[in-house]
Each structure stands twice: as structure tokens, then as C-alpha cells.
């Protein structure tokens, strides 16, 4: 009775909720789901390991380059900068009457 007067008020909403229930309930039970049989786990071997941290330094060193160019176009300058301690210590109502 509560279901039908619901599907009476929201019919694109039942239709949506009764979509993803039988399409999750279709996927769930077929066994042709994810296959993951054809993955393998292989050791990486001292060259690859090294071939692939000197292009993860090679990325990060560019990365920081152009965060500092970024920085020097757009701000702030060292000055700006305020650290959120040091200002939260000097307003601190704790610290202001002792």
C-alpha cells in the first residue's frame, strides 16, 4: 500500500531505484563479472625500479619549478605569509591574560 502510493507520487525516482536494484542484482550474480584470473603480479626488477623513481624525481622536480614560477607570478610574497600558529598563540585568549 506505502509502495504504491510512493510510485504514484515519484515515478522517475521508482523507475531509477528499480533500475540500479536489478541492474546491481544482474551483476552481482552473473559470474562473468570482473575476471581478475588474467592478472598476474610480477617482480619489478632493479631496473625498472630505477628507471621509474628518476622519472617520478623528473616529474616532481618540474612540478616544483613550476609551482615556483606560479608562485612568483601570483603571490604571496614571504612577507604575506603568516604561519597559523605563531597567530593563533598571539590571539589566543589563554595566553593573553597570563
Known amino acids: 500500500m506505502v509502495f504504491t502510493s510512493f510510485r ?10 528499480a533500475l540500479a536494484l ?5 551483476f552481482l550474480s552473473s559470474g562473468s563479472g570482473l ?3 588474467g592478472l598476474t603480479l610480477q617482480p619489478i626488477s632493479q631496473e625498472t625500479l630505477r628507471g621509474a623513481l628518476a622519472r ?5 622536480n618540474k612540478m616544483l619549478k613550476q609551482r615556483k ?8 610574497t614571504p612577507k604575506d605569509i603568516e604561519t597559523y600558529v605563531l597567530s593563533w598563540l598571539s590571539t589566543s585568549p589563554l595566553t593573553s591574560n597570563i
Do not use: C, D, E
Not at 8 to 17: A, E, F, K
Open 35 to 37: 575476471n581478475m584470473s
Open 22 to 26: 536489478f541492474s546491481t542484482i544482474y
Open 69 to 76: 614560477a606560479l608562485i612568483q607570478k601570483v603571490g604571496p
Open 8 to 17: 504514484q507520487r515519484h515515478p522517475r525516482y521508482t523507475i531509477l531505484v
Open 56 to 60: 617520478s624525481n623528473m616529474f616532481y
